[in-house]
């Protein structure tokens, strides 16, 4: 689930750059930078979930989505509520995991007392 908000997220900061570029007065080669900057990561950061690490990351994008609320006012909107789909699925994930192991350690315990 984490994967997809990311996928979703990479496209509306995609979209973002444009706008950074003609309604916010943002210098071209910074949005550029920034906003198809955050999008490469968002697409990157997407497939390397297995790591605990990427997920902290994510947070950190979050923030920085945000944040670009200051450039884009629809951005704070925006960041929110990604940042709590985000938060969602990883926190969901975590449960369904946690579920999964002790359903398998108990069919394991189930087939050691056979």
């Not at 900061?13 to 080669?29: K, N, Q």
């Not at 990604?82 to 189930?110: M, P, Q, S, V, Y």
């Amino acid at each position: 689930m984490c994967a997809a908000v990311l996928f979703l997220e990479a496209i509306t900061l995609g979209l973002t750059t444009p706008v950074m570029i003609s309604v916010a007065g943002v210098d071209t080669g910074t949005a550029l930078t920034v906003g198809l900057g955050l999008t490469l990561l968002c697409v990157l950061l997407a497939g390397m979930l297995r790591a605990e690490w990427a997920y902290l990351v994510g947070y950190a994008v979050q923030a920085v989505a945000i944040a670009l609320g200051l450039v884009v006012p629809m951005m704070f909107f925006l960041g929110v509520v990604f940042a709590a789909l985000w938060t969602g699925a990883d926190l969901l994930g975590r449960k369904i995991e946690r579920e999964r192991a002790a359903a398998w350690a108990a069919w394991e315990a189930e087939q050691g007392s056979r």
